[in-house]
């Protein structure tokens, strides 16, 4: 034990740190939230001065919350924890367990709440009224002899001296997940247009590329408005490649994201060309062609003797929805146009021939990519916070004692309890048993 | 009825309370008491439909979302709070007077709901981001821990009062209120109940940033005043717990708390840019 005395150790285990860590984490956490973080250097040296800026770059402020000080700050709560957890730990797991039934009997009557009754029944009488008022009240006793007398013992809940420390562990285990996060997985983001895949994402961090080992495919891109005008929703349909084939598909929207192998995509954003996708297919021949083209162009499909181009466009009655009108001709006759609203397909039907026709706004769609193995571990460590709170909090350690003795021709009663929090709640069920005994023992039957 | 008819009406309502809890505070008529206490509960009842009608409408209006997507939604789901959360302490300890300490801040939340600077109180559809089931669990998390904060801070300027004229004990307003020990005690209590809200408050907001942007965590200036906020009461506690703190000091910090928990409501808003910007009009 004497290389817990030492000074480094007690410094570490004591909660007046604890006290100074909170308030400078406090402190220092306002700093990153008046001060932009992470903008370009220019904006530093704008706003605050070029002697401020270097001052800044010294002290980490523009990244403050990844500053070495800052996680110091971080690595001294931690150690603070884990310190005060090791150094306590072992006189509550002596609470936990230790045998109350060798508690020192004159300790019984100084506890507060304690009382004691005197009675004219015999000490086996007592002891059976007892027993009785304690099951009552859902105390479990267990029982030895003591000092010529009986010693009844019953608790509740002695577990609940751990909830402060589950609350300590649950924020190392946050700081872990955030730590393998951090080490073993990245955020990056990725623009992919739609019908295109991509294999690559690039890190925010650097903007190095990221090889994925399958591929994203962007089937189509749907953003929807509402009558106001504000965005309803962006719509991603997604596929996963590998080695070039479909293994996953899915519609993804913000707020519900698709997972493969530990990488997760978020729809995040999206970009528009002023570009229109056109699927063409010839109903007869079963010929295919997809065509990325801009409004006002003449388009030529060889294949079929096909010419077609947009050419006019108005909003349709859901706002920000927009139709289109299209020019289309083929060997058969003369020019037809006709209208089609965004994301439709259509049919054409011209001289002894059938076309479909499929128009839609090109978009790419951004799609911000997360591998966090750490994710998990934060949960956790989020639950075991809340459990313990609330352990911490509402339950305590129950203990009530009770001690049966022949005193000259009477026998005494004394009954004694104690919990480690919400006392006034601990003293209520200590009078119900009490109660009960007094009645128990009135309405006993003398047998002297 | 319309559900903003509702709604101004529990602003007067509380207005009216406020009034007769302070009237009992000061003249220590048993009467107005009841009144107070009648007042707010009806008040909290046309306040309670006044949310659920406003939820309907938002169906009617083809975009059907719980209201609390707003700043304006926001206080008022607020002040449903501070004033249930207050009638549940009302009935726990049979004490009118603290209620001239708590409604107050129910009244002021609503009226700067109704008439506050650039606070729209259209109900509008939610954008992409807000799409979620974590809203809900976000939303009213955070303010029941917001309203026991509240509650704290009314209860903690309650004891300075008091203390303040502890040596003339039973003089005039201030010997009517509880006794030290028990204002001390209900501090605490409700830091409590309050900083597991604020807990399970950060934590579901942590977790629905994941779902919507792949990060649980950002530091954002919202986040990271929540959890400024988080510390300074996560010290009050232990200060409490290990150090003895009580009495004057756990009051101060209960203020103190309250002062954070109000920055991070709006001052993050007015004053800082971020992600939560959706929250401020």
Request: aromatic letters at 14%.
């Amino acid at each position: 034990m004497s290389n817990k005395k030492n000074s480094i150790w007690s410094f570490f285990a004591s909660v007046k740190l604890a006290l100074f860590v909170l308030f400078f984490l406090a402190i220092a956490s306002v700093i990153g939230t008046v001060i932009p973080q992470n903008a370009p250097p220019d904006a530093y040296i704008n706003e605050f001065g070029a002697n401020m800026a270097r001052f800044f770059q010294i002290l980490d402020i523009p990244d403050m919350y990844n500053s070495w000080w800052f996680i110091g700050l971080l690595i001294m709560l931690a150690l603070n924890l884990t310190i005060c957890t090791i150094e306590r730990l072992p006189n509550v797991w002596r609470l936990v367990v230790q045998d109350n039934l060798e508690t020192d009997i004159d300790r019984l009557a100084k506890m507060r709440p304690s009382k004691e009754i005197l009675t004219s029944l015999s000490p086996e009488e007592a002891a059976n009224c007892a027993r009785a008022s304690l099951a009552e009240n859902g105390w479990q006793a267990k029982e030895a002899p003591r000092d010529a007398g009986i010693l009844l013992f019953a608790q509740k809940w002695p577990w609940t001296r751990f909830g402060v420390y589950v609350v300590h562990t649950s924020i190392l285990v946050i700081f872990a997940g955030a730590m393998i996060g951090s080490h073993f997985g990245y955020k990056g983001s990725v623009m992919i247009p739609e019908t295109r895949s991509s294999d690559t994402i690039y890190s925010f961090n650097n903007q190095e590329p990221i090889k994925l080992g399958f591929e994203v495919l962007c089937k189509r891109f749907t953003l929807t408005h509402y009558a106001n005008g504000a965005p309803k929703e962006f719509r991603s349909d997604l596929a996963i490649l590998e080695n070039g084939k479909e293994v996953l598909t899915k519609s993804i929207v913000v707020n519900d994201p698709l997972t493969y192998k530990g990488h997760t995509f978020y729809q995040s954003s999206y970009q528009s060309y002023k570009k229109f996708l056109i699927s063409l297919t010839d109903n007869q021949t079963k010929q295919a062609e997809t065509f990325l083209i801009e409004p006002g162009k003449e388009i030529k499909w060889p294949v079929e003797d096909v010419t077609f181009g947009i050419i006019n466009r108005e909003m349709t009655e859901t706002p920000f929805l927009y139709k289109y009108k299209v020019w289309f001709k083929d060997g058969t006759g003369v020019a037809e146009p006709f209208w089609i609203t965004d994301g439709d397909t259509t049919t054409v039907k011209r001289n002894g021939k059938e076309y479909t026709f499929a128009l839609k706004e090109f978009f790419a769609t951004g799609l911000q990519v997360t591998k966090d193995p750490g994710v998990w571990y934060v949960y956790t460590g989020c639950m075991l916070m809340l459990l313990g709170l609330m352990v911490a909090f509402f339950l305590s350690h129950r203990r009530i004692w009770v001690y049966i003795k022949q005193e000259g021709d009477e026998t005494s009663v004394l009954v004694s309890g104690n919990a480690n929090k919400n006392r006034p709640t601990f003293e209520k069920n200590f009078d119900a048993v009490n109660r009960s005994l007094e009645e128990k023992i009135k309405a006993a039957p003398e047998t002297t | 009825m319309t559900s903003s008819q509702l709604l101004g009406i529990s602003t007067l309502g509380y207005l009216v309370a406020s009034a007769l809890y302070i009237a009992t505070l000061i003249f220590k008529t048993k009467k107005s008491g009841i009144a107070a206490s009648v007042v707010t509960l009806i008040t909290f009842l046309v306040q309670t439909v006044g949310i659920g009608l406003r939820w309907y409408e938002s169906y009617h209006l083809g975009f059907g979302h719980a209201p609390l997507s707003n700043m304006y939604e926001s206080l008022v789901f607020f002040s449903w709070a501070i004033v249930i959360f207050y009638l549940i302490l009302e009935v726990k300890f049979n004490n009118r007077l603290i209620g001239a300490f708590a409604i107050p801040f129910a009244f002021i939340s609503m009226a700067y709901a109704s008439f506050g600077k650039g606070i729209t109180q259209e109900i509008s559809p939610l954008i992409p981001a807000l799409q979620s089931n974590w809203l809900i669990a976000h939303v009213i998390t955070c303010f029941i821990g917001y309203a026991a904060f509240a509650v704290a801070c009314g209860l903690g300027c309650m004891y300075l009062v008091k203390s303040s004229a502890e040596d003339k004990p039973d003089a005039g307003l201030i010997g009517t209120l509880p006794g030290l020990k028990v204002i001390d005690d209900i501090i605490h209590k409700t830091i409590i109940f309050g900083f597991l809200w604020l807990s399970a408050g950060i934590i579901t907001g942590a977790i629905w940033a994941n779902s919507a942007w792949g990060t649980y965590w950002s530091w954002d200036p919202k986040e990271t005043w929540s959890l400024i906020t988080w510390f300074i009461y996560a010290a009050t506690l232990h200060a409490r717990f290990t150090r003895g703190w009580q009495g004057k000091r756990i009051a101060w910090l209960a203020i103190i708390g309250f002062l954070s928990v109000i920055f991070t409501y709006f001052g993050v808003n007015f004053l800082l840019s971020g992600l939560h910007s959706y929250g401020s009009s």
